[in-house]
């Protein structure tokens, strides 16, 4: 089975904090995606990865920055926590770009962040 | 901007029912379609998907159509069970995934 492993379930952090959210797949994909999900606005795409050293922005990119230096490991840094940045978020991985294939992509069990 | 709506934040259908989710996309591009179900406190875990060949597909109580002219998909889950009770996600492949807002399914026994 496909496992991505997200280090922490719940973290709180405070205001003006650099926070790092670290996520590790054991599939050998290629891509890797983070999202954050929040009420009403369903998830949403922060940035993408499509090899090492790769990143692209996504639809809310403001505020974060990521790294990857290992295929397996794709990390989401908050450079300075603001307490919008409160909220879950995921990590997910593909074989495809487009995720496309039997299940797309395969999710983290998320980190609920709360920056206070 | 919305690519891919679902317009029912809640649903709540009774055990043994049918329940029915909708989704809305507006890119007539989007190819590849799927369903998520999340649990509070865990990841979305795949449900079900469809290409745009297709205008249904079924696993079990699980059966997905497409309607690739109105831009609508729909989800329905017969016999709905409790254990069906979480939040779906839809999603649309284009250059990258859009997923839907969410609607929330309570099942009551």
């Known amino acids: 089975d496909v496992k991505v492993t997200q280090s922490s379930r719940y973290l709180v952090k405070r205001t003006g904090e650099k926070v790092f959210l670290e996520c590790v797949q054991d599939?050998?994909?290629?891509?890797m995606f983070w999202y954050r999900q929040d009420p009403g606005l369903g998830l949403r795409l922060i940035y993408f990865?499509?090899?090492?050293?790769?990143?692209e922005k996504g639809d809310i990119p403001e505020g974060y920055s990521v790294s990857r230096e290992k295929k397996e490991r794709f990390s989401l840094i908050l450079e300075s926590a603001s307490t919008n940045q409160t909220s879950m978020y995921l990590c997910?991985?593909?074989?495809?770009?487009?995720?496309?294939?039997?299940?797309?992509?395969?999710f983290g069990s998320g980190t609920r962040l709360t920056v206070v | 901007d919305q690519q891919v709506k679902q317009n029912s934040p809640s649903l709540s259908v009774q055990e043994g029912r049918i329940s029915i989710l909708n989704c809305d996309y507006t890119?007539?591009?989007?190819?590849?379609f799927l369903w998520y179900k999340k649990y509070p406190a865990e990841g979305p875990t795949f449900l079900i998907s469809?290409?745009?060949?297709?205008d249904k597909n079924e696993d079990g109580r699980f059966t997905v159509f497409l309607n690739k002219s109105a831009k609508h998909l729909s989800l329905h889950i017969v016999p709905s069970q409790p254990g069906d009770s979480a939040v779906y996600f839809c999603?649309?492949?284009?250059?990258?995934?859009?997923f839907g807002t969410g609607t929330s399914l309570t099942v009551i026994p």
């Open positions: 997910a991985s593909s074989l495809w770009n487009k995720g496309q294939g039997a299940d797309g992509y395969t």
């Open positions: 599939m050998d994909h290629e891509n």
């Open positions: 990865s499509y090899d090492v050293k790769m990143k």
């Open positions: 890119n007539s591009m989007f190819d590849y």
């Open positions: 469809i290409s745009s060949i297709k």
């Open positions: 999603a649309a492949s284009g250059n990258q995934f859009y």
